[in-house]
């Protein structure tokens, strides 16, 4: 037994509206991915016979999706500052309003060759990868506690072409502090543990550990402001990504860690996301 593409989409809309906000366009993505085919495809063709095998495919992973699984888990790639990366249930998905991250620091990033760069947490690598792709004279380490998620990462930096000293480590704790850094930039867990949020949608079905650090979210963000110093050099960037309602916190830490020039960046949605601090003493 098969389908009609149109009448594919109509059902799966119809089954992922239960899990998602967006079911008409996982629908399309799902299907486009089961036979092969751009999602263009899918509207210049849709009177077209989905083939047995794909039908079959298409609704075991619809099935999938209303658990829920990530679209990105289940197309094995997300889109990120226009690359592509391949992702799975061991790294968090790669955001769109984490680009804001790396567009600051490129724009920071001194126009010079030999700029020494730290990632703290790298998951997929996406943040990295895409620095080095669009900075390729740029010197960067990138780390993560997960051995899991550095081979995902390594993975990436060959399909992209691109060159990165990939280390295990739990934040700082593998990196030498004779290493100094002209920017050390991270997008750590930041959500609170009690956070109901943590229970809803596609968040159930990525790592925890890459979500929360602890009770109020500002456990990893308060680490790696006190410990960024002895690993910046003068001048040299902090620059972190948190939740929208913890900018305060963050600027307060950092004042305390003797960062000057604080300055917090909105998102997308127009919320606190970005936050940078510039070490000076």
């Given amino acids: 037994m098969s389908e009609q593409i149109d009448s594919a989409i109509a059902w799966g809309s119809s089954r992922c509206s239960e ?6 366009l996982d629908a399309e993505l799902l299907l486009a991915h089961c036979i ?18 794909a ?25 990120f500052f226009s ?18 991250l790396v567009e600051t620091c490129l724009e920071l990033c001194p126009n010079r060759a030999g700029v020494d760069l730290l990632e703290l947490g790298t998951g997929t690598g996406a943040i990295a990868i895409s620095l080095k792709v669009n900075r390729p004279d740029i010197n960067l380490i990138a780390t993560d506690i997960s051995t899991d998620c550095l081979d995902l990462a390594r993975i990436n930096a ?12 739990d934040w700082f704790s593998a990196i030498d502090n004779t290493s100094l850094f002209d920017m050390i930039l991270s997008n750590p867990p930041y959500i609170a543990a009690t956070d109901p949020c ?4 596609d968040l159930r079905a990525e790592p925890l550990s890459a979500l929360s650090p602890g009770e109020n979210g500002l456990e990893a963000l308060q680490q790696l402001i006190v410990s960024a110093p002895a690993y910046l050099k003068t001048p040299g960037y902090l620059i972190l990504e948190h939740g929208f309602d913890q900018q305060t916190d963050v600027a307060r830490m950092m004042r305390k860690q003797r960062f000057t020039e604080i300055t917090c960046q909105t998102d997308l949605n ?8 510039r070490l000076t003493e």
């Fill in 19 to 24: 899990a998602s906000d967006t079911p008409k």
């Fill in 36 to 53: 092969d085919k751009p999602r263009s495809y899918l509207y210049s063709w849709p009177e077209q016979l989905v083939p047995a095998e």
């Fill in 55 to 79: 039908w079959q495919r298409y609704q075991i992973l619809v099935g999938k999706r209303i658990e829920p699984t990530p679209i990105a888990y289940l197309l094995g790639q997300r889109e």
């Fill in 83 to 100: 690359l592509n990366f391949k992702t799975t249930s061991i790294a968090l998905v790669p955001r769109p309003e984490t680009e804001l």
């Fill in 158 to 169: 060959s399909d992209h072409g691109v060159a990165i000293e990939w280390i295990e480590s």
């Fill in 198 to 201: 943590l229970m809803r949608g």
């Fill in 270 to 277: 127009g919320l606190p996301r970005l936050s940078i601090g």
